[in-house]
């Protein structure tokens, strides 16, 4: 099994950054890839971030430019580099990990954390 803590939430003002910051334990060689989504308000939870070993990264659309995803597969961590940070982004930002069948103790399903807030104040 996997579990995942992230860390790095916050209040920030519009136009600042923050780091996300996501470690994964448990069975970390059954995980294919990592990444981020969020929900804001009244929302579906959306990607935001994913790196992936076989499909590499791909980014939100209303995050590329501003923000960049770092996944270390050994240390099985991710983090998230947000810059120019809008009110927008104000959400819950969950950690995620994508397990695979890599072998008999490994499952193909999500695991997600216990979230970490984010409020960007205008």
């Known amino acids: 099994h996997v579990q995942l803590v992230e860390s790095g939430g916050g209040l920030v003002q519009a136009g600042g950054s923050l780091r996300l910051s996501c470690a994964a334990s448990g069975d970390t060689q059954c995980i294919r890839g990592m990444g981020w989504y969020r929900q804001q308000s009244g929302k579906e939870r959306e990607l935001v971030a994913i790196s992936d070993s076989g499909t590499g990264t791909n980014y939100a659309d209303s995050v590329k430019g501003r923000f960049t995803i770092s996944r270390d597969h050994a240390k099985g961590t991710v983090d998230l580099q947000m810059n120019s940070l809008e009110p927008e982004d104000t959400a819950i930002y969950y950690c995620?990990?994508?397990?695979?069948?890599?072998?008999?103790?490994?499952?193909?399903?999500?695991?997600w954390g216990q979230g970490t807030q984010v409020t960007v104040s205008s």
């Open positions: 995620t990990a994508a397990g695979d069948w890599y072998g008999i103790e490994c499952y193909k399903r999500d695991y």
